[in-house]
């Protein structure tokens, strides 16, 4: 069974800094391609970052230069270090494996920036 883990959520102040963790179960990790989301209350689900098995990341342009997606394999984790954050980024936080089958999600992890 898939079970996608988000941790690392929290409140924090403008210009503060988050690290979220999705650790990954009953998938072959090291052949995942990891995705992270989020959705803000009343808004679409937005793509944040793609990190892939070979350990690249791309990144949506609300969040490059500031956050920076990364994958230890060993733990079968992946990270987004969250940095510089502003209020808009205030949302829940997914991570998701898209597979041949089906997408598998985490359960989501608050962000809340504010001062």
């Known amino acids: 069974q898939v079970q996608l883990v988000d941790s690392g959520g929290g409140l924090v102040q403008p210009g503060g800094s988050l690290r979220l963790s999705c650790a990954a179960s009953?998938?072959?990790?090291?052949?995942?391609?990891i995705d992270w989301f989020r959705r803000a209350l009343g808004q679409q689900r937005e793509l944040l970052a793609t990190i892939t098995s070979a350990g690249i990341t791309t990144y949506t342009d609300s969040v490059k230069g500031r956050f920076t997606g990364s994958r230890d394999n060993a733990k079968s984790t992946v990270y987004l270090q969250m940095n510089s954050l502003k209020p808009e980024d205030t949302a829940v936080y997914y991570c998701s494996i898209a597979t041949a089958l089906r997408t598998y999600w985490g359960q989501g992890t608050q962000v809340t920036v504010s001062s």
């Open positions: 009953g998938i072959d990790f090291r052949r995942s391609n």
